[in-house]
């Protein structure tokens, strides 16, 4: 295997071209046996036990195990009753990411790039793990290079800048090379196979060259921040705590080491991103039954966020099904419009919405050709020349017609395009092509009219996006007045506010036209690209949708890009979400689970984290007052297990549909702050009380149950506006704290209360509660 990672520009010693008719299936299955195939390693592809291994092998779950080592040090056996808890959230998070992982695979099998190859002569589809090295395979416009190649055949441009940041096409023709993880833009080539599989650029990288450069997910990083703060001051304080009661306070190792403990595993949010974890793996779950391939976890999130949504309109709008209508002449007849579009289309074997349609009722020529340029976005028009020197040239009016568009023709593709229909126009002439001129033409031929179907429910889909004040923006690279008239259809409100994006020249101009323009047409690849970051330079989450290879710019640079299963290979797999069944009313469901996600898990964050809170508060007051940590663990595990664990996997996993609103940090923190300190409060009252001659575990139980009481106010609030699920989650919690209170307390060093101790605990509790609305206003008021 090469190890520089560097792009290969030199053949291997033993290579041999293959022959021209391709490899045998005996070749072929000889050299799949031999480990020649272009199978990747997938370092996604994790067993269970490894997945385990993960889990557990956490910086919290690590210190878990550790304070548990403490406590049976010490004989305090009862205390460890949190390493369950523990043990529950690793089978829980590393089964929930072996279905979501087992769903995405599943998933990406369907989404998997396929390749035409030759073999025995005949060109066959298969799967890119069925290819080898040596494999001759055919590529076309928007096919995606699955292994280092060397073009034997044809000529092209291939699309490079996921690997080399270069935005331009590259031209490709016989002995170029082609690498993996970049995409055919123009063009017919026949290459072959010489890198394959881990030892191709890509396999070398482990597949970074088609890696976006897109944030990670706000919602982790923000909640990475939290951890990395906590695990800060995490142990400092439980150090220095229990020092203090063991050198100056003189208390026992057996009794100072369970206290310093609770105070450490107080601080510890251990079930926050393993709630987070399987929030998002649900969702990727339920996506999967609607046929939504989430490839990125943060796709979720990401289109939950959005406020302005980008369409193509072929193939996202409308079916991208084309019907060829008619044919026109212009200065020639209709039949012999018909015969030369036939030469033409003789030329071109490449897969497109446009040329199928031709296909369908035009029968190609076999007639071969001298030169031939391909279709492109960047021209919008292809061209070829023939032996006896006549030049065919079909594309957009505009780009092919030029200053010699004549008035009464341009009124007539004007009326079709008002009618939402594409026109091409088929021009003759005498030359040879290039990519760099086209010779000028002396006929116009005549003009070809094709259709195209709106999806069944956009209309109703568009509603929903404009309903949650999501702006819709159509991009596209057909006619602006036809794409106005689609919009229309659709029910896009401005539908009439469009724009030619040939005549936006500068970032200027294109910064002024993302606000005032609904619809742009005749956009290059590049300008799709520009139009996006001009949207985000205005401060909007932009999603982008597309399906073709002149989409992929754009659907790269959004926040959130989507992709539809019937479009190119490289489109795909350049997205993070893509609807493999092409239904576009899918995306509602994923912009609600993100929605889901995100607001539920800012709901249970701040339950997890006023015990965080609290218990750092606590943790300080205890270092400079003369008085003892007031909790063991195992009544802090009562707290979290009842009042903060279970009624946050609830509130994360029922459905939400209510928009985002703030920062999620800033919104939890200033959620969770207000019971932390009425909880930390409460509890250095209860241990206060010790001064006043009440036993210490009479004042630890008024602490716990007090603890717990704010933490059921915090979960009410969190709660709100309530529904049957909520309600009966209030008072199953209520219920089993108090059961556990009344019926199983010696388990938890909980005691009876005296008569003066149930009326201060009434007081407190009152007096918590209070604390928590006044601090929630100052909060609100300083926001």
């Known amino acids: 295997m090469r190890k520089d990672l560097t792009l290969p520009c030199e053949l291997p010693g033993d290579f041999a071209f293959t022959d021209p008719t391709g490899l045998t299936a005996s070749q072929a299955e000889e050299k799949l046996r031999a480990g020649r195939g272009n199978q990747m390693t997938d370092p996604d592809n994790l067993s269970l036990p490894r997945i385990l291994l993960n889990h557990t092998m956490t910086l919290f779950n690590l210190l878990n195990l550790s304070l548990a080592l403490c406590l049976l040090l010490v004989g305090s056996y009862r205390n460890m009753l949190f390493l369950f808890v523990v043990f529950a959230n690793i089978l829980i998070g590393a089964v929930q990411e072996y279905r979501a992982r087992k769903t995405i695979a599943s998933l990406k099998l369907l989404n998997a790039p396929s390749v035409h190859v030759l073999r025995d002569g005949k060109e066959i589809i298969l799967e890119k ?233 035009i029968t190609p020529a076999d007639e071969k050709p001298r030169d031939v340029l391909p279709f492109s976005s960047e021209r919008k028009k292809s061209a070829a020349t023939f032996y006896d020197g006549t030049m065919l040239i079909l594309g957009a009016p505009e780009f092919v017609l030029g200053d010699r568009y004549p008035a009464e023709l341009r009124e007539r593709v004007e009326q079709y395009a008002a009618e939402g229909k594409r026109v091409l126009v088929l021009v003759e002439g005498q030359g040879l092509v290039s990519a760099e001129s086209l010779p000028p033409f002396k006929t116009i031929c005549g003009i070809c009219v094709l259709s195209d179907q709106l999806r069944p429910v956009v209309d109703e889909t568009l509603r929903y996006f404009r309903e949650q004040d999501v702006d819709i923006r159509i991009i596209s690279g057909d006619n602006p007045i036809t794409v106005s ?156 297990s009842l009042m903060i664990g279970l009624p946050g996997f609830v509130l994360a996993l029922e459905p939400s549909g209510e928009r985002i609103r703030g920062d999620f940090l800033r919104t939890v923190l200033y959620r969770a702050l207000p019971g932390g300190i009425a909880a930390a409060c409460c509890a250095s009252i209860s241990m206060a009380m010790t001064w006043a001659g009440w036993s210490h575990e009479l004042c630890s139980t008024l602490a716990t149950l007090c603890a717990g009481a704010i933490c059921w106010i915090v979960l009410i609030r969190a709660c709100l506006p309530l529904n049957h699920l909520r309600r009966a989650l209030l008072l199953v919690t209520a219920g089993a704290f108090t059961l556990a209170f009344l019926l199983l307390g010696h388990i938890f060093f909980l005691v009876p209360l005296t008569g003066p101790a149930v009326a201060l605990f009434c007081g407190l509790v009152l007096l918590g509660g209070g604390l928590v609305l006044l601090c929630d206003w100052f909060l609100k008021r300083k926001s």
Not at 155 to 160: F, I, L, R, T
Not at 508 to 513: C, K, P, R, T
């Open 129 to 361: 793990e069925a290819t080898v090295e040596g494999d001759l395979i055919v590529l076309r416009g928007g096919d995606q290079v699955v292994a280092d190649c060397v073009v034997v055949d044809g000529s092209g441009a291939a699309m490079e800048s996921l690997l080399t940041g270069e935005s331009n096409a590259v031209p490709k023709q016989i002995n170029s090379w082609l690498y993996s993880g970049s995409y055919i833009v123009e063009g017919r080539l026949l290459a072959q196979q010489v890198y394959v599989g881990d030892e191709s650029y890509a396999g070398r990288l482990t597949c970074e060259a088609r890696k976006d450069t897109r944030p990670a997910s706000r919602l982790m990083t923000d909640l990475n921040k939290l951890i990395r703060f906590d695990s800060m001051v995490l142990i400092p304080l439980g150090v220095l705590l229990f020092l203090k009661q063991l050198l100056l306070r003189h208390i026992p190792v057996a009794e100072a080491v369970p206290s310093s403990v609770a105070a450490m595993i107080g601080m510890i949010p251990e079930g926050l991103v393993l709630l987070t974890s399987v929030a998002m793996a649900v969702g990727v779950v339920k996506l999967g039954r609607r046929n939504a391939l989430v490839q990125e976890l943060s796709g979720i999130e990401t289109l939950a966020r959005v406020d302005v949504l980008c369409l193509d309109k072929t193939g996202t709008l409308t079916t991208g099904t084309m019907e060829l209508e008619t044919v026109e002449g212009v200065e020639c007849t209709r039949e012999e419009t018909e015969k030369s579009l036939s030469r033409l289309l003789g030329v071109f074997d490449e897969n497109s919405a446009t040329l199928n349609a031709l296909r369908a009722k």
């Open 485 to 640: 008239m689609i919009a229309r259809r659709a029910g896009i409100p401005g539908w009439d506010r469009y724009v030619d994006a040939s005549s936006l020249k500068t970032e200027e101009d294109l910064d002024d036209a993302c606000d005032r323009y609904t619809v742009f047409g005749r956009v290059t690849p590049e300008q799709k690209k520009e139009l996006v970051l001009a949207l985000k330079r205005k401060g909007h989450n932009v999603a982008m949708t597309g399906d073709g290879v002149n989409d992929i710019p754009a659907l790269k640079t959004a926040d959130c890009s989507i992709a539809m299963a019937g479009g190119a290979d490289a489109a795909r797999s350049s997205a993070q979400v893509t609807l493999l069944s092409s239904d576009f009313s899918v995306l509602p469901d994923v912009v609600l689970e993100g929605r889901r996600v995100i607001n539920n898990i800012t709901r249970a964050a701040s339950l997890f984290l006023t015990k965080t809170i609290f218990s750092f508060l606590l943790s300080l007051l205890i270092l400079v007052l003369p008085a003892v940590y007031p909790f063991q663990p195992i009544q802090l595990t009562l707290i979290s």
